[in-house]
């Protein structure tokens, strides 16, 4: 090692825990991975920790609405997280969640901190009452007519149809969509951080200003927040929301508890403090006590975060640390979103891709880890996942490229020389080196020529690659990384194509020339092994198991497997993609769960007349369940539908309805109806639907949704 091992505690975003993992956690959680297993096989300390984002309205609505309680809703998820997180080879060191002992012993410990510093004030607040829920309302709570331009339906905070921004009791007409109720204005008395402080701002400047703290864009961004230049400015932060709420109370403020937002990313330290009250941390070589640990200069806080989230992990993060006397964070490491064939993701639109239903259908977890590092880079960028450029890249690279060097040469070892290599031959790489670099373009050319002295030697060569693909992954440009692993890969089988082993074994008297030529090969794949492991964990270990070594740290691209060393008889390492499983993956939009067909009364029905009987039997087939719609919305370009989010009592899950003409959307907001829940699923061209509500009538405004009596909850079977 050229340095002393570096000492690092590294999280990832916290997931709101009211649902599963969508695709966008996963690719965080893998770029996280990646970083993290490179500086582990470098020999550096890391504690990976991450948590359930467990508190909020959302999740104490949500829970009310299944009728559980919103412990039981966390801890259901919970229960989730690891099919996921052991599915993708994600390995954190803990897992935890906000709503915890010492999420409550952490929060409130900081924020009497920050009141012992003055940084803390109450103030009254006007806000929307929901007089039938008995709760203030939050702005996603509450709709109305636009201030400015009048348009109807806008949410409490901004208007989608002409950018005003206002209060949410600006708007005109405002209703609860809650409970459709009118909310009244009521006061309550709010608790702000002082953030606007002069030693808060002036913190912060110093913060922002410290050399590869932030990547610059992201850097400027918050500068722009700090200095007012940006859309949204620095202000004092409401840290209190008032009961009923499920979180955190605030100290000696009854009926109090502290806005989600503050508590969530304490969560990063209440993980890590259980990881090492659990002696997982003590298990993982680290001595010191939590408090010790977290106070040592030696000790790197580096945060893995979507580019939604900067501005709370960029100012109230740093600022609440700071003056509670904590060490903040050193790196705030940003990506962007993903993509899926160039559409946002979105559930309902059914361009989505569910991780859980990835692995169902038996897809290689390294396919996709392979496939985003591929298209990550240190940049606040969105990537994008494209099926048919999915099963080439995997296809090319991991098994036409990679695996291929291993299959080609490890035959003539096992018959041939009972399984052990040979000498490790010096080969002027020079030539194979340029014949890469004249198919490359320019960009990629300036990687393979420019560095002849370096090539002289195949194996140099590619221990001097090494340096560069390990530069990259130190500064997240995971993509430049693979590149370049595959360039060599590329070189590698250029040399042997060239010295075609298979012609060579038909001659007795070159069998020492066949021993070298695969020997080099399988001493440059295990090269390549080390450079990938970081990425293909799982990958790594078969080819470890069948080279006859140990895990394989980077300090072993200096080593070579010495002359008579076994190798295991070589068995088949990675499948290639088969399009037919990306079909599967997309065909129900990516959701894994059912489509149907919208809402629509049969001719029959609607004419009165009587269609052929059924048997009992027949009519068991239909998983008939009350649902409650959390959210109807117009869909733009069809005339006759609405998008309608179903809580069906397992989850939601989106149905096109053809009632438009029937009904406004913002009447459907909390009712109850029935959905047909087992209905096949149904690709259309605004998105995915996922079962079919069930209506009385001839059709256009003349349609009746049906509604069960009262007492009927969501996810109730309909016998």
């Given at each position: 090692?050229?340095?002393?091992?570096?000492?690092?505690?590294?999280?990832?975003?916290?997931?709101?825990?009211?649902?599963?993992?969508?695709?966008?956690?996963?690719?965080?959680y893998?770029?996280?991975?990646i970083?993290?297993?490179?500086?582990?096989?470098?020999?550096?300390?890391?504690?990976?920790?991450?948590?359930?984002?467990?508190?909020?309205?959302?999740?104490?609505?949500?829970?009310?609405?299944?009728?559980?309680?919103?412990?039981?809703?966390v801890?259901?998820?919970?229960?989730?997280?690891?099919?996921?997180?052991?599915?993708?080879?994600?390995?954190?060191?803990?897992?935890?969640?906000?709503?915890s002992?010492?999420?409550?012993?952490?929060?409130?410990?900081?924020?009497q901190?920050?009141?012992?510093?003055?940084?803390?004030?109450?103030?009254?607040?006007?806000q929307?009452?929901?007089?039938?829920?008995?709760?203030?309302?939050?702005?996603?709570?509450?709709?109305?007519?636009?201030?400015?331009?009048?348009?109807?339906?806008?949410?409490?905070?901004?208007?989608?149809?002409?950018?005003?921004?206002?209060?949410?009791?600006?708007?005109?007409?405002?209703?609860?969509?809650?409970s459709?109720?009118?909310?009244?204005?009521?006061t309550?008395?709010?608790?702000?951080?002082r953030?606007?402080?002069?030693?808060?701002?002036?913190?912060?400047?110093?913060?922002?200003?410290?050399?590869?703290?932030?990547?610059?864009?992201?850097?400027?961004?918050?500068?722009?927040?700090l200095?007012?230049?940006?859309?949204?400015q620095?202000?004092?932060?409401?840290?209190?929301?008032?009961a009923?709420y499920?979180?955190?109370?605030?100290?000696?403020?009854?009926?109090?508890y502290?806005?989600?937002?503050?508590?969530?990313?304490?969560?990063?330290l209440?993980?890590?403090?259980?990881?090492?009250?659990?002696?997982?941390?003590?298990?993982?070589?680290?001595?010191?006590?939590?408090?010790?640990?977290?106070?040592?200069?030696?000790?790197?806080?580096?945060?893995?975060?979507?580019?939604?989230?900067?501005y709370f992990?960029?100012?109230?993060?740093?600022?609440?640390?700071?003056?509670?006397?904590?060490?903040g964070?050193?790196?705030?490491?940003?990506?962007?979103?993903?993509?899926?064939?160039?559409?946002?993701?979105?559930?309902?639109?059914?361009?989505?891709?569910?991780?859980?239903?990835?692995?169902?259908?038996?897809?290689?977890?390294?396919?996709?880890?392979y496939?985003?590092?591929?298209?990550?880079?240190?940049?606040?960028?969105d990537?994008?996942?494209?099926?048919?450029?999915?099963?080439?890249?995997?296809n090319?690279?991991?098994?036409?490229?990679?695996?291929n060097?291993?299959?080609?040469?490890?035959?003539?070892i096992?018959?041939?020389?009972?399984?052990?290599?040979?000498?490790v031959?010096?080969?002027?790489?020079?030539?194979?080196?340029?014949?890469?670099?004249?198919?490359?373009?320019?960009?990629?050319?300036?990687?393979?020529?420019?560095?002849d002295?370096?090539?002289?030697?195949?194996?140099a060569?590619?221990?001097?690659?090494?340096?560069?693909?390990?530069?990259?992954?130190?500064?997240?440009?995971?993509?430049?990384?693979?590149?370049?692993?595959?360039?060599?890969?590329?070189?590698?089988?250029?040399?042997?194509?060239?010295?075609?082993?298979?012609?060579?074994?038909?001659?007795?008297?070159?069998s020492?020339?066949?021993?070298e030529?695969?020997?080099?090969?399988l001493?440059?794949?295990?090269?390549?092994?080390?450079?990938?492991?970081?990425?293909?964990?799982?990958?790594?270990?078969?080819?470890?198991?069948?080279?006859?070594?140990?895990?394989?740290?980077?300090?072993?691209?200096?080593?070579?497997?010495?002359?008579?060393?076994?190798?295991?008889?070589?068995?088949?390492?990675?499948?290639?993609?088969?399009?037919?499983?990306?079909?599967?993956?997309?065909?129900?939009?990516?959701?894994?769960?059912?489509?149907s067909?919208?809402?629509?009364?049969?001719?029959?029905?609607?004419?009165?007349?009587?269609t052929?009987?059924?048997?009992?039997?027949?009519?068991?087939?239909?998983?008939?369940?009350?649902?409650?719609?959390?959210?109807?919305?117009?869909?733009?370009?069809?005339?006759?539908?609405?998008?309608?989010?179903?809580?069906?009592?397992?989850?939601?899950?989106?149905?096109?309805?053809?009632?438009?003409?029937?009904?406004?959307?913002?009447?459907?907001?909390?009712?109850?109806?029935?959905?047909?829940?087992?209905?096949?699923?149904?690709?259309?061209?605004?998105?995915?639907?996922?079962?079919?509500?069930?209506?009385?009538?001839?059709?256009?405004?003349?349609?009746?949704?049906?509604?069960?009596?009262?007492?009927a909850?969501?996810?109730?079977?309909?016998?």
């Open positions: 090692m050229t340095r002393a091992p570096r000492n690092l505690f590294v999280t990832t975003a916290l997931p709101y825990a009211n649902g599963p993992f969508h695709i966008g956690h996963i690719m965080e893998i770029q996280a991975d970083w993290v297993r490179f500086q582990r096989m470098q020999g550096h300390k890391v504690h990976f920790v991450c948590a359930d984002d467990a508190h909020g309205a959302p999740i104490m609505l949500k829970a009310e609405a299944e009728g559980i309680t919103p412990e039981a809703l801890a259901r998820i919970a229960a989730e997280r690891p099919k996921y997180l052991d599915g993708f080879h994600i390995a954190f060191d803990n897992w935890y969640s906000t709503h002992p010492e999420n409550v012993e952490l929060s409130q410990a900081i924020y901190a920050l009141v012992a510093e003055g940084l803390i004030y109450k103030e009254p607040v006007e929307f009452f929901d007089p039938v829920k008995n709760m203030f309302l939050a702005d996603r709570y509450i709709k109305g007519e636009c201030p400015k331009c009048g348009a109807k339906d806008q949410f409490g905070d901004a208007c989608e149809v002409c950018g005003s921004v206002y209060s949410p009791t600006d708007l005109r007409n405002p209703y609860s969509t809650l459709g109720a009118t909310p009244v204005r009521k309550s008395e709010h608790f702000f951080f953030l606007s402080d002069p030693r808060c701002v002036q913190f912060l400047e110093q913060w922002l200003d410290t050399p590869g703290r932030l990547q610059p864009a992201v850097a400027n961004k918050a500068r722009e927040w200095t007012g230049k940006g859309e949204q620095l202000a004092d932060w409401d840290i209190s929301r008032d009923p499920f979180g955190i109370p605030i100290p000696d403020a009854p009926g109090k502290f806005y989600v937002w503050l508590d969530a990313p304490v969560g990063y209440a993980s890590l403090k259980h990881y090492f009250s659990s002696g997982k941390a003590r298990a993982n070589g680290e001595l010191r006590s939590f408090d010790e640990f977290l106070a040592a200069p030696d000790v790197e806080q580096i945060h893995f975060i979507g580019k939604d989230i900067i992990h960029t100012l109230f993060w740093p600022a609440m640390l700071r003056f509670a006397g904590r060490k964070p050193d790196h705030v490491f940003v990506h962007g979103f993903i993509t899926v064939s160039g559409a946002k993701m979105s559930k309902s639109r059914g361009t989505g891709i569910s991780p859980l239903r990835y692995l169902d259908l038996g897809m290689n977890p390294e396919w996709l880890r496939y985003i590092a591929a298209k990550l880079n240190s940049n606040v960028e990537i994008d996942f494209n099926p048919d450029d999915f099963v080439a890249r995997v090319s690279d991991l098994v036409g490229k990679y695996v060097i291993a299959s080609r040469c490890a035959g003539f096992a018959k041939r020389f009972e399984g052990r290599l040979g000498r031959p010096r080969v002027d790489a020079r030539a194979y080196f340029k014949q890469q670099a004249e198919e490359d373009d320019a960009a990629h050319g300036r990687h393979a020529e420019g560095r002295g370096d090539q002289r030697d195949m194996v060569a590619f221990q001097n690659e090494a340096r560069f693909v390990r530069e990259a992954y130190e500064q997240r440009e995971f993509g430049q990384a693979l590149r370049l692993i595959m360039r060599l890969a590329d070189v590698a089988n250029r040399y042997i194509a060239d010295k075609a082993p298979w012609e060579i074994a038909k001659d007795p008297a070159r020492a020339e066949l021993h030529i695969c020997t080099l090969a001493n440059l794949f295990r090269l390549l092994t080390v450079m990938l492991k970081p990425v293909t964990p799982a990958l790594a270990a078969k080819v470890e198991q069948f080279l006859g070594i140990a895990p394989l740290t980077w300090d072993d691209v200096d080593i070579l497997l010495p002359e008579g060393h076994a190798i295991h008889p070589y068995e088949h390492l990675l499948q290639r993609v088969d399009p037919k499983q990306l079909e599967a993956l997309f065909d129900n939009g990516g959701n894994g769960s059912a489509p067909k919208p809402a629509a009364a049969p001719a029959a029905a609607a004419s009165g007349q009587t052929a009987e059924v048997s009992i039997e027949d009519f068991a087939k239909l998983d008939l369940r009350i649902a409650r719609i959390v959210a109807a919305e117009l869909v733009e370009g069809a005339d006759k539908l609405l998008r309608l989010t179903l809580d069906v009592g397992d989850g939601e899950r989106t149905v096109f309805a053809g009632i438009r003409a029937a009904y406004a959307p913002e009447t459907l907001v909390g009712r109850l109806t029935v959905v047909l829940a087992n209905l096949k699923p149904r690709k259309m061209r605004f998105g995915l639907s996922e079962g079919m509500v069930l209506a009385a009538g001839p059709g256009g405004k003349d349609i009746f949704l049906l509604s069960p009596d009262a007492g909850t969501p996810g109730m079977k309909v016998k």
